[in-house]
C-alpha cells in the first residue's frame, strides 16, 4: 500500500491550499494519520495529526490556520491550511501508523511567496 499526496503548489502568503492524502489499499486499523512537514535546512516536523476517534493535534505555528481532517472509509486525510506565512513553505508529507506499521507518503511541495 502506497500513500499519494496532493495539493501542493505556490500561494502567496495569507493564501490557501488543501492538502490530500490516499492509501492506494486498504489499511486496517489506522491508529494515527497525521501531516509532517519539512524546510530545507530543517528537521521534519509534526504538523497536525488525527486519531481515530477524530482527536486532532496541531503545532503551535499553525494552531488556528490548518484544519485536519479523515475520511476512515475511504481512508483519506486532508488538510485545509489557510491564512499560509512564508514560513510554511516546506515539502508536506502524510503518514498513516497502524501501531505495527507506519505508512508515509512521497511529499508534497508548498511554497508560500511573501
Known amino acids: 500500500v502506497q500513500l499519494q499526496a496532493s495539493g501542493g503548489g505556490l500561494v502567496q502568503a495569507g493564501g490557501s491550499l488543501r492538502l490530500t492524502c490516499a492509501a492506494s489499499?486498504?489499511?486496517?486499523?489506522?491508529?494515527?494519520m497525521q501531516w509532517f512537514r519539512q524546510a530545507p535546512g530543517k528537521q521534519r516536523e509534526l504538523v497536525a495529526a488525527?486519531?481515530?476517534?477524530?482527536?486532532?493535534t496541531y503545532a503551535d505555528s499553525v494552531k488556528g490556520r490548518f484544519t485536519i481532517s479523515r475520511d476512515n472509509a475511504k481512508n483519506t486525510v486532508s488538510l485545509q491550511m489557510n491564512s499560509l506565512k512564508p514560513d510554511d513553505t516546506a515539502v508536506y508529507y502524510c503518514n498513516m501508523y497502524t501501531g505495527a506499521q507506519n505508512y508515509w507518503g512521497q511529499g508534497t511541495q508548498v511554497t508560500v511567496s511573501s
Open positions: 489499499g486498504t489499511i486496517f486499523n489506522i491508529s494515527k
Open positions: 488525527i486519531t481515530s476517534g477524530g482527536s486532532t
